[in-house]
């Protein structure tokens, strides 16, 4: 790579963390009572929606049926109070994967949706859940859908499964989508089982090798440098500076303990609390060779699934984007599928968004946070019409990598953390042996 397309390069990511550091969040873009609203479509053949301004008449005059649904049904979950044991429930993912299973099993053999949630709501042992179910159940009596229902607990249901579960009402298929719905979280899950399981590990490896050294600093080296002071013998360096060191921890103690859970508190409240804090933590993370670059594959991953089964399930893929990024927790991911949204809707493509301008020229322009594999992919979908297929390929190529690498990281980090820890320990024990070959040659 030449010098010059380093600092371009190096010029575009400040831009777009600058960009990041001062964009708004993006408002929600539905469409009000007073507003006239006309459908055109892109090169993407997706419907989006122009606003123009007008005079206020009567609110079905001007909008068409289904976003007069969508306004009226976002007024009517709005206007919803719910009791505080219901608003701050605690929902676990195994209990909402078990729902989806036992709802699709129900609905799936002929039994209605009310019986279905009846059923459900008999087995639960929870009385706060159980009084989620009533309040489905008699919402969805008082002519709410259930994907309406859902709604009412955004903290309970994520927003992309009751638009999943909205999109599968509208054409039919709510078992096949419930279905759908719990093998994507355990295949979810099972993955995360498998980062977790490789961070362990090391993580476990790491905390009792600093606990040994502690132990030491606190309890053995000082009856060991009373010893040495009593012999009256010349101590090496090293030994010295780690008795030095001891007798700091010693002495301050409770100010190493107290800084040391301010300094971790404030680091947390930095990098998962702040704008900037959050932006500066992705970047650090994008600097690791092999961190960075699973995290980037981990994000893709997470987009490229979700994507794939909304616009599956039959929903529009600029609403597709929309839910996509709220389940995205990167800053840099949320803006630039905020931005592939408003291109889409603005008529250009979204393989063209992520980079690929004309694959027939050859003209690329390669995206900071797609790679252009995955451009071309997408390029291909919108050219046979199956771009959701098209997601779940992508989904399941980065699924493969991200298992590959994360065997490799295991393999690797274990002879590496075990070489650390025998390093610093190894070095403790050194520098604690030393001064006795002294103290013999001095008896000698």
Same mark, same amino acid.
């Given at each position: 790579?030449?010098?010059?397309?380093?600092?371009?390069?190096?010029?575009?990511?400040?831009?777009?963390?600058?960009?990041?550091?001062?964009?708004?969040?993006?408002?929600?873009?539905?469409?009000?009572?007073?507003?006239?609203?006309?459908?055109?479509?892109?090169?993407?053949?997706?419907?989006?929606?122009?606003?123009?301004?007008?005079?206020?008449?009567?609110?079905?005059?001007?909008?068409?049926?289904?976003?007069?649904?969508?306004?009226?049904?976002?007024?009517?979950?709005?206007?919803?109070?719910?009791?505080?044991?219901?608003?701050?429930?605690?929902?676990?993912?195994?209990?909402?994967? /078990?729902?989806? *299973?036992?709802?699709?099993?129900?609905? =799936?053999?002929? #039994?209605?949706? @009310?019986?279905? +949630?009846? &059923?459900?709501?008999?087995?639960?042992?929870?009385?706060?859940?159980?009084?989620?179910?009533?309040?489905?159940?008699?919402?969805?009596?008082?002519?709410?859908?259930?994907?309406?229902?859902?709604?009412?607990?955004?903290?309970?249901?994520?927003?992309?499964?009751?638009?999943?579960?909205?999109?599968?009402?509208?054409?039919?298929?709510?078992?096949?989508?419930?279905?759908?719905?719990?093998?994507?979280?355990? /295949?979810?899950? *099972?993955?995360?089982?498998?980062?977790? =399981?490789?961070? #362990?590990?090391? @993580?476990?490896? +790491?905390? &009792?090798?600093?606990?040994?050294?502690?132990?030491?600093?606190?309890?053995?080296?000082?009856?060991?440098?009373?010893?040495?002071?009593?012999?009256?013998?010349?101590?090496?360096?090293?030994?010295?500076?780690?008795?030095?060191?001891?007798?700091?921890?010693?002495?301050?103690?409770?100010?190493?303990?107290?800084?040391?859970?301010?300094?971790?508190?404030?680091?947390?409240?930095?990098?998962?609390?702040?704008?900037?804090?959050?932006?500066?933590?992705?970047?650090?993370?994008?600097?690791?060779?092999?961190?960075?670059?699973?995290?980037?594959?981990?994000?893709?991953?997470?987009?490229?699934?979700?994507?794939?089964?909304?616009?599956?399930?039959?929903?529009?893929?600029?609403?597709?984007?929309?839910?996509?990024?709220?389940?995205?927790?990167?800053?840099?991911?949320?803006?630039?599928?905020?931005?592939?949204?408003?291109?889409?809707?603005?008529?250009?493509?979204?393989?063209?968004?992520?980079?690929?301008?004309?694959?027939?020229?050859?003209?690329?322009?390669?995206?900071?946070?797609?790679?252009?594999?995955?451009?071309?992919?997408?390029?291909?979908?919108?050219?046979?019409?199956?771009?959701?297929?098209?997601?779940?390929?992508?989904?399941?190529?980065?699924?493969?990598?991200?298992?590959?690498?994360?065997?490799?990281?295991?393999?690797?980090?274990?002879?590496?953390?075990?070489?650390?820890?025998?390093?610093?320990?190894?070095?403790?024990?050194?520098?604690?042996?030393?001064?006795?070959?002294?103290?013999?040659?001095?008896?000698?």
């Amino acid at each position: 790579m030449s010098i010059g397309k380093k600092i371009k390069d190096s010029f575009s990511d400040f831009w777009f963390n600058l960009e990041l550091m001062f964009a708004s969040k993006p408002k929600n873009e539905e469409v009000k009572p007073g507003e006239s609203v006309k459908k055109i479509e892109n090169k993407s053949g997706v419907l989006g929606v122009h606003h123009q301004a007008s005079k206020p008449i009567d609110a079905s005059q001007i909008l068409d049926e289904q976003t007069r649904k969508r306004f009226e049904k976002e007024e009517r979950l709005k206007n919803r109070k719910l009791p505080f044991t219901l608003r701050h429930l605690k929902f676990s993912i195994k209990a909402r994967l /078990s729902f989806y *299973d036992e709802l699709s099993t129900l609905v =799936g053999s002929g #039994v209605t949706l @009310i019986d279905s +949630l009846s &059923l459900i709501q008999a087995q639960e042992r929870n009385k706060v859940v159980k009084k989620m179910y009533a309040q489905m159940i008699h919402d969805i009596n008082a002519g709410l859908s259930l994907a309406e229902s859902m709604e009412l607990f955004p903290h309970v249901f994520p927003k992309m499964q009751s638009a999943l579960v909205e999109a599968a009402e509208a054409s039919g298929n709510l078992k096949e989508v419930l279905l759908e719905l719990v093998e994507e979280i355990e /295949s979810s899950q *099972d993955f995360h089982r498998k980062v977790t =399981g490789a961070m #362990v590990y090391p @993580i476990i490896l +790491l905390f &009792l090798a600093i606990t040994l050294v502690v132990g030491m600093m606190i309890f053995v080296i000082p009856k060991i440098a009373t010893m040495y002071e009593q012999a009256r013998v010349e101590l090496p360096g090293l030994t010295q500076t780690v008795i030095d060191i001891s007798d700091f921890v010693v002495e301050q103690w409770p100010i190493l303990l107290s800084g040391s859970v301010v300094g971790l508190l404030l680091l947390y409240l930095l990098f998962s609390k702040s704008r900037i804090g959050r932006l500066l933590g992705e970047n650090i993370v994008n600097l690791i060779p092999m961190a960075g670059r699973i995290n980037k594959e981990k994000n893709i991953m997470m987009i490229a699934s979700s994507m794939a089964m909304l616009m599956k399930s039959g929903v529009l893929i600029t609403d597709a984007f929309k839910i996509t990024r709220k389940t995205i927790n990167n800053l840099h991911y949320q803006k630039a599928l905020e931005d592939i949204r408003k291109g889409v809707v603005m008529g250009q493509e979204v393989s063209q968004m992520m980079g690929l301008e004309d694959i027939r020229s050859q003209k690329f322009k390669e995206h900071p946070l797609f790679p252009l594999q995955m451009a071309q992919l997408i390029h291909i979908g919108e050219s046979t019409g199956n771009i959701g297929n098209m997601f779940e390929k992508i989904k399941k190529n980065y699924h493969k990598s991200i298992e590959y690498s994360l065997r490799n990281i295991s393999t690797l980090i274990e002879p590496v953390m075990i070489f650390f820890v025998a390093a610093l320990v190894g070095s403790i024990l050194m520098a604690v042996m030393l001064p006795f070959f002294y103290i013999g040659s001095t008896v000698g």
